[in-house]
């Protein structure tokens, strides 16, 4: 089935870097890939919509300077978070949509959990 | 803005008891309604899917109910096991595909 994988998974780096997370769509062409976020005890909520050849569009409230997204294939969509400090500590989830098949369910990547010392 | 509320946030029962989750939002205007399953620190599990014209799907001992016009759904778990114990998310899926995700609950199968 259709398989959307995530990387890294886990990353643990010092506070002012750049992290930079992926999402790759493995046999199926994503016009649109989402991004969320999940801080701990919480759900999970849209940042941004990943469209491809295009700028992403950001939910209210995501600094679209700090969170850079590039999504230059159909297949690949990049979520770099920019001078991560501890407060952007938090698990990231990719999702992403088989356009060519219709109303079928997006599929979900496995989430990077990012923690910022 | 659509909202996605999730009663109870927690919930603990004795294996084998039936149990009901509930989901809320607030704008009927949906394209699907899924719940998920997610462990401690992992990904999300798709459990069923329900479609803005459907009232209902049903997988293994697993059932979801629809009323749009309300804006409630529901999740049926029959027979509840250890392994059940996870946290299920309700998310709304817009025309636009994003997803609303609900506040989740936390349910704990007591062997």
């Not at chain 2, 999730?6 to 989750?21: D, F, K, T």
């Not at chain 2, 299920?88 to 636009?96: D, F, I, K, P, R």
Request: contains cysteine.
């Amino acid at each position: 089935g259709a398989v959307v994988s995530q990387h890294p998974s886990w990353v643990i780096c010092k506070s002012g870097t750049s992290v930079k997370i992926e999402c790759r769509s493995l046999d199926f062409q994503a016009t649109t890939m989402f991004w969320y976020r999940q801080f701990p005890k919480q759900s999970l909520m849209l940042m941004a919509t990943s469209n491809e050849g295009s700028k992403a569009t950001y939910e209210q409230g995501v600094e679209k300077d700090k969170f850079l997204i590039n999504h230059a294939s159909l297949t690949l969509s990049t979520l770099t978070v920019t001078s991560a400090h501890p407060e952007d500590s938090s698990f990231y989830i990719c999702s992403a949509n088989d356009w060519f098949r219709g109303n079928q369910p997006q599929h979900f990547g496995d989430g990077t959990r990012l923690s910022i010392l | 803005k659509q909202e996605v509320t999730q009663i109870p946030a927690a919930l603990s029962v004795p294996e084998g008891e039936n149990l009901v989750l509930n989901c809320s939002f607030t704008d009927s205007a949906i394209y699907n309604l899924q719940w998920f399953r997610q462990d401690p620190g992992k990904g999300l599990t798709s459990l069923l899917l329900i479609q803005s014209s459907q009232r209902e799907q049903t997988s293994g001992r697993l059932n979801a109910s629809l009323d749009k016009s309300s804006g409630r759904s529901t999740l049926y778990i029959a027979a509840s096991q250890p392994g059940d114990s996870a946290t299920y998310l309700c998310a709304v899926e817009n025309t636009g595909n994003q997803f609303y995700f609900g506040t989740g609950t936390s349910l704990t199968v007591i062997p």
